[in-house]
Structures are given as structure tokens and as C-alpha cells.
């Protein structure tokens, strides 16, 4: 199961985390990532991170301002979003990969609607 | 980055009809190392996260209906439903993870 949190209404150039609170698989064994999908559009990949938390990946549209972690002793992984734009809102969605390195995702969780707007 | 083209953008089939849904990546996906299509079909209804239907181009989830068919190779792949059924209507994905990972911009699928 991936129980997804900490979306909400944010102002353009603030802050949000989200946190996915991972069980029922060794979590440190797979690698994580991260999807959304905007309001009428479709889905976007937005980060990923292997399993030992060691390499990370970032679609173009988030470098430098999303910062994706986990904490395997928590069976947690985290996306902190900086600068936040209006083009972030989304409902983002938490996904666990079929292994430790990056192959596909092979479940999502619920998603965490996120907001951004004055 | 790869690209991912998917057509039609959306298709009305009558029950128990086939659809087909076509994908072209902008460079192969196939890894000549293992002979592996690095591509998924994804099915996404309002209200819940995406299920994965089909891997490896062409195998099938666990618990997906056997009238789920992923096809193809290279750049070029298929994903068809052989025989339409009422709660099939959704929009579906395909995404690459050959590099990094890209989604098509998917294809809504409703009845005729």
C-alpha cells in the first residue's frame, strides 16, 4: 500500500512536501517515483530514486526546484517542491518500481492533490 | 529525451468490438542486450491512481483480463482489446522506461 500526504493550497514560490508512507513490500528493494496530472491533461513522470536512495532522476520541467529523498528505517519517500508555479497543480501520485534500479512502476497510490495559487 | 506519441487521442468502440491503441517512441525503446521492449500500458479511470496492464511491451499484469494485448518492438508498439467491455472505459498510457521514464499523452477509450 502507498498512502500519499501532505498536498494542499500553496502560493506561487512557496514550499510543499509530500510524504508516502510505504508497507507490504521490502521497501529499500525497489526504487520510488513520483507522477501527477494537471487539471484536463494527461499523466507526467516527475522523479524517481533507486532503492538505497543513491540515484535520482528528474523530468525536465522540475530540475532544480523538486528535490526527491526517502527514508528506508521509515518506509517513507518524500518530494520537497520549491518555487511552486501555477503549472504544478496536480494530483501527484506515488509509485513503487518492480525493482531496486528503475524498471516500471508497478503500483500507485491514491495521489495528493497540490494546489498552487494566490 | 524520448518522446511518446500516442493515436488516435480518442477512439469510440461499440461492446464487445476491438480498439486498438497505437505508441511510437521518438528512438527505440528495445535494449538489444536482453532482447526487452522497454515499455508499459497503463489504464487510469477518474478517481483512481494508474494500474499496470502490460510490461515488457507485451506482458501481462497479474490479474489483467486476458483481452489485454501489448504488441510491438523497437519504436512501434500496440496495445489492443480484443472484445470491449463496459468497465474497460478509461484513458490509457504507455511509457517508456528506457530511458528515465516518459508517458504518451494517453488515449480516452469510451462506447459507441
Known amino acids: 500500500q502507498l498512502l500519499e500526504s501532505g498536498g494542499g493550497l500553496v502560493q506561487p514560490g512557496g514550499s510543499l512536501r509530500l510524504s508516502c508512507a510505504a508497507s507490504g513490500f521490502t521497501f529499500s528493494s525497489h526504487a520510488m517515483g513520483w507522477a501527477r496530472q494537471a487539471p484536463g491533461k494527461g499523466l507526467e513522470w516527475v522523479s524517481a530514486i533507486s532503492g538505497s536512495g543513491g540515484a535520482t532522476y528528474y523530468a525536465d520541467s522540475v530540475k532544480g526546484r523538486f528535490t526527491i529523498s526517502r527514508d528506508n528505517s521509515k518506509n517513507t519517500l518524500y518530494l520537497q517542491m520549491n518555487i511552486l508555479r501555477a503549472e504544478d497543480t496536480a494530483v501527484y501520485y506515488c509509485?513503487?518500481?518492480?525493482?531496486?534500479?528503475?524498471?516500471?512502476?508497478?503500483?500507485w497510490g491514491q495521489g495528493s492533490l497540490v494546489t498552487v495559487s494566490s | 529525451d524520448i518522446v511518446m506519441t500516442q493515436s488516435p487521442d480518442s477512439l469510440a468502440v461499440s461492446l464487445g468490438e476491438r480498439a486498438t491503441i497505437n505508441c511510437k517512441s521518438s528512438?527505440?525503446?528495445?535494449?538489444?542486450?536482453?532482447?526487452?521492449?522497454?515499455l508499459t500500458w497503463y489504464q487510469h479511470k477518474p478517481g483512481q491512481p494508474p494500474k499496470l496492464l502490460i510490461y515488457?511491451?507485451?506482458t501481462r499484469e497479474s490479474g489483467v483480463p486476458d483481452r489485454f494485448i501489448g504488441s510491438g518492438s523497437g519504436t512501434d508498439f500496440t496495445l489492443t482489446i480484443s472484445s470491449l467491455q463496459a468497465e474497460d472505459v478509461a484513458v490509457y498510457y504507455c511509457?517508456?522506461?528506457?530511458?528515465?521514464?516518459?508517458f504518451g499523452q494517453g488515449t480516452k477509450v469510451e462506447i459507441k
Open positions: 511509457q517508456q522506461y528506457y530511458d528515465t521514464w516518459t
Open positions: 509509485g513503487k518500481n518492480w525493482v531496486a534500479e528503475g524498471y516500471h512502476f508497478d503500483y
Open positions: 528512438q527505440s525503446v528495445l535494449l538489444s542486450s536482453n532482447n526487452k521492449n522497454y
Open positions: 515488457w511491451a507485451s
